[in-house]
């Protein structure tokens, strides 16, 4: 099993550039998250699925979009990049709701806007 | 709503030592508890965990963790540090039925030879 996989690994981007980054997760989870890491802040999170099909705003939404056509994917969009979106972002999933459950994460990808 | 503070940012421990992380939570109710662990260049994986019971509990790699209700605390120990416990701690709280873990800002450890 190969667990929580995101690719890229790492991407720079010109402002107003766009990208979408992909999270696979083969453990049959119905939970699924995108984090971003910025140092000093923690993990904070931006959207998370509870199932194919649905998506929700997590604590910091804006300037992203996500989908979940698959069960096991989960895509994190950024239509117009803007250096503040300079993050590590870190894909996770868990079989319960994340509140009580363990959560299992991706290596993460780090992206640079310039 | 939930919140987590870890008051250190760095610590640095001899190889050998005993390490103490500290974890103060805030929420209304039963809180579930996490400790993660953080290697250069990785994700997360998950250390130990608190639902209910016993209020000290046994993790991987050697390190446990004790539940204070008394004190909002959900303090990561560890006998005796080696070299590669060199990473970074988040402690996380969540409860039952909750959607989402709040995670607090970290704890990077530094170990000394």
Sequence with gaps: NAG?????????????QSMTLLCAQDMNHEYMYWYRQDPGMGLRLIHYSVGEGTTA????????NVSRLKKQNFLLGLESAAPSQTSVYFCASSYALAGGAEQFF????????? | AQSVTQPDIHITVSEGASLELRCNYSYGATPYLFWYVQSPGQGL???????????LV?????????FKRSQSSFNLRKPSVHWSDAAE???AVGARGFQKLVFGTGTRLLVSP
């Design chain 1, 4 to 16: 929580v996989t995101q690719t890229p690994k790492f991407r720079v981007l010109k402002t107003g």
């Design chain 2, 45 to 55: 994986q998950l250390l130990l965990k608190y639902f209910s019971g016993d209020t």
């Design chain 2, 58 to 66: 046994q993790g991987i790699k050697g390190f446990e963790a004790e």
């Design chain 2, 89 to 91: 701690y988040f402690c």
């Design chain 1, 57 to 64: 705003k997590g604590e910091v939404p804006d300037g992203y």
């Design chain 1, 106 to 114: 991706g290596p993460g990808t780090r992206l640079t806007v310039l």
